[in-house]
């Protein structure tokens, strides 16, 4: 069946579930009837001639449908392990604000320096901490010295953590003084991470942390978002 039998009668009659080979040029997928096919939602409309190739091979039904749940398949993988290996913006800076004596969580954390993009890494919080990444903590105002520990209040860390930079677990940080902490076998199963205000013991908080997501775990992640892709049932 050629391209003006197509146009003109339409895909009645034809297996739509194999591939149909059209000896013409610059076929387009808006000049079918519509009423017997629609394009994917997934790829709109779009011209599909090869540049090097005397036919023109369209794919319909299962096969084509196919390309369409793999394309899909990859983009979600792709978007999943960047917000599990990501999660915070800005180089894994985390900006803490002058703090609030009377307020629990007493400290508010931002992305940015003009300190307009919140974190929610509180314990429960929607942003997390990655056992294997690393966070520089800057404090953008002297009020209410902020500190870190894994043994609680104004108590020097484990060897479970590490904080390098500006204050101690007794002074904290003030205005434009920061520390980076990273981590060492700390397990967010067992362990806690403590911030704190050096100089009210009722400013108390923690923050959430998360285990590295592995390569065994994205991969799982991947299976299980290609086969349920693939469960759908066909669109033509």
């Known amino acids: 069946m050629n391209y003006k039998e197509i146009k003109s009668k339409g895909l009645q009659g034809i297996d739509v579930s194999k591939e149909i080979t059209l000896k013409e040029y610059g076929f387009a997928w808006h000049e079918l009837p519509r009423k017997n096919i629609e394009p994917s939602p997934l790829?709109?409309?779009?011209?599909?001639?090869?540049?090097?190739s005397k036919f023109l091979s369209v794919t319909f039904g299962?096969?084509?449908?196919?390309?369409?749940?793999?394309?899909?398949a990859r983009?979600?993988?792709?978007?999943?392990?960047?917000?599990?290996?990501?999660p915070l913006a800005s180089g894994n800076t985390?900006?803490?604000?002058?703090?609030?004596?009377?307020?629990?969580?007493?400290?508010?954390?931002?992305?940015?320096?003009?300190?307009?993009?919140?974190?929610?890494?509180?314990?429960?919080?929607?942003d997390s901490l990655l056992t294997g990444q690393s966070y520089?903590?800057?404090?953008?105002?002297?009020?209410?010295?902020?500190?870190?520990?894994?043994?609680?209040?104004?108590?020097?860390?484990?060897?479970?953590?590490?904080?390098?930079?500006?204050?101690?677990?007794?002074?904290?940080?003030?205005?434009?003084?920061?520390?980076?902490l990273s981590f060492n076998g700390f397990d967010p199963s067992v362990d806690t991470l403590t911030y704190y205000c050096t100089a009210h013991s009722n400013m108390v908080g923690t923050l959430q942390v998360i285990p590295e997501p592995s390569a065994a775990t994205l991969f799982i992640i991947g299976g299980i978002a290609v086969a349920a892709i693939y469960r759908r049932r066909s669109w033509v």
């Open 136 to 180: 520089t903590f800057v404090k953008s105002a002297t009020s209410h010295p902020f500190y870190i520990s894994d043994n609680g209040y104004n108590q020097a860390s484990s060897n479970l953590i590490s904080l390098v930079g500006n204050g101690s677990a007794a002074s904290g940080i003030g205005g434009g003084q920061s520390f980076t």
């Open 62 to 72: 299962k096969g084509r449908d196919k390309m369409h749940k793999m394309r899909t």
């Open 94 to 126: 985390i900006w803490v604000d002058g703090g609030d004596f009377n307020n629990s969580p007493y400290y508010a954390f931002y992305s940015d320096s003009g300190l307009t993009q919140p974190l929610d890494i509180y314990s429960g919080g929607s």
């Open 43 to 52: 790829m709109p409309p779009r011209r599909l001639a090869p540049p090097k």
């Open 75 to 86: 983009m979600l993988l792709v978007a999943l392990c960047g917000m599990l290996l990501t």
